[in-house]
């Protein structure tokens, strides 16, 4: 059985991710968290949840919580920074789900969590992760002939762009193309652009409504198009599969590991 402490309890992600680990077997809610100065603070979690009751108070101090075999992380980047100490400390793993980390402090986190198993994923959806493989393929087959876009549209509330889960798909067609998404990518158009470079890989954001998430591969050749789209109706997805990387944590040494691994969909 696994020990779970959910920060950001009362997130969007949080609550979803509070009913997955209830509903989940092989996993426990010990603690949840939220920021001090939160409503929720010294309630039910199962309550915050929309679920029965769960005997977790909510509290603004995870280092109180009682012990716990993993911390699940879908908040925000100097939040998850300051749990990963937490988790490097206490002995905790970590599933990582926050998106939108400068590279610098990717790198520190990285660094302060160098001894514990981690999965760090900007998406858990199984779906999105199949389409990432199939991604990579197409655009090995295709080639740099076909132009690559990613299209990407979620909630009005998201505060990073493009998502995480856009990034992911441009470096896995990228990889599959043999090439750095550095060296291509190409995140805004405005004015007088140019005509397209070759080999470009273009960003398209749209933000709106309550989307959950839609992203979508185009390959576009002068006589076809092929699509590899993906599209997310219910946040249960992605907590569903966090709490399923949680489990399969039990097992693993310390290191990096990405829902790849726990999907086991690496060749
Ligand atoms: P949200 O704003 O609804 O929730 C974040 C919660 O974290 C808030 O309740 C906030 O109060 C809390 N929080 C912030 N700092 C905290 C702290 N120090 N201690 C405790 N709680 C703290 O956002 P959301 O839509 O739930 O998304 C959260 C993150 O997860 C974003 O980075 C988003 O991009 C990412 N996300 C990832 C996936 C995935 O599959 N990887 C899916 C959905 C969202």
Redesign the pocket.
Known sequence: MMRVIV????????RMLVRAVAEAEGAELVGA???PG?GWIGQDAGTLAGVAEIGVAVS?D?GACAEADVIID???P??TL??ASLAAEKGMRMVI????FEPGMLAELRKTLAGVPVVM?????VGVNLSLELIRRAAAVLGPDYDAEIFEAHHR??V?AP???ALAMGRALADGRGVDLDDVAVYARQGITGPRQPGSIGFVVVRGGNIV?EHKAMFIADEERVEINHVASD?MV?AR??VRAATWLKDQSPGWYDMRDVLNLRD
């Open positions: 920060v950001g309890a009362s997130g969007r992600m949080g968290t939220e920021r939160s603004d995870p879908f908040t925000a100097q939040a300051a749990h789900g926050t998106t939108g994923a900007a998406n858990y959806s509330h998201k990073d998502s995480g889960t998430g946040r992605f599969g966090a």
